[in-house]
């Protein structure tokens, strides 16, 4: 058996943030850690935050104002973002991936909070 900490490999990110969300720093920290980045006020990779706000959207319940308040950004900036990143997820594989692995570990920081996996 392997750490509980961690996610199995054979399981989908999903199962575990779907029932225990993430906070919105978390999704920000492995966002920032996959890309090597600090995350700061006027974070200039447009990629980076726009997956930020795409994960804070689909697992939180966090509002546009509370995202743009993470990402030093207004909150129309914010939306924007976050529009333009799901399109470019229709389209470009590169950041679907990238998306995956952060879903990944952003799990991984969810279970090393809340007790580890239990299946």
């Given amino acids: 058996m392997g750490d509980?900490?961690?996610l199995p490999d054979d399981v989908p990110a999903f199962r575990v943030?779907?029932?225990r969300p993430p906070e919105l720093h978390e999704i920000a920290l492995a966002a920032c850690n996959?890309?090597?980045v600090g995350l700061h006020p006027g974070l200039k990779l447009k990629h980076i935050r726009g997956?930020?706000?795409v994960l804070a959207r689909r697992y939180?319940?966090?509002s546009f104002p509370a995202i743009?308040?993470?990402l030093g950004c207004s909150e129309s900036n914010a939306a924007s973002m976050g529009t333009k990143m799901s399109?470019?997820?229709d389209v470009i594989e590169q950041l679907r991936d990238d998306r995956d692995v952060i879903e990944r570990r952003i799990a991984d920081i969810v279970l090393a909070r809340s007790g580890g996996w239990h299946g």
């Fill in 60 to 62: 939180t319940r966090a």
């Fill in 87 to 89: 399109g470019k997820l």
């Fill in 68 to 70: 743009a308040a993470v």
């Fill in 51 to 53: 997956l930020i706000v």
């Fill in 4 to 6: 509980p900490s961690v």
């Fill in 34 to 36: 996959y890309y090597r």
């Fill in 17 to 19: 943030l779907d029932r």
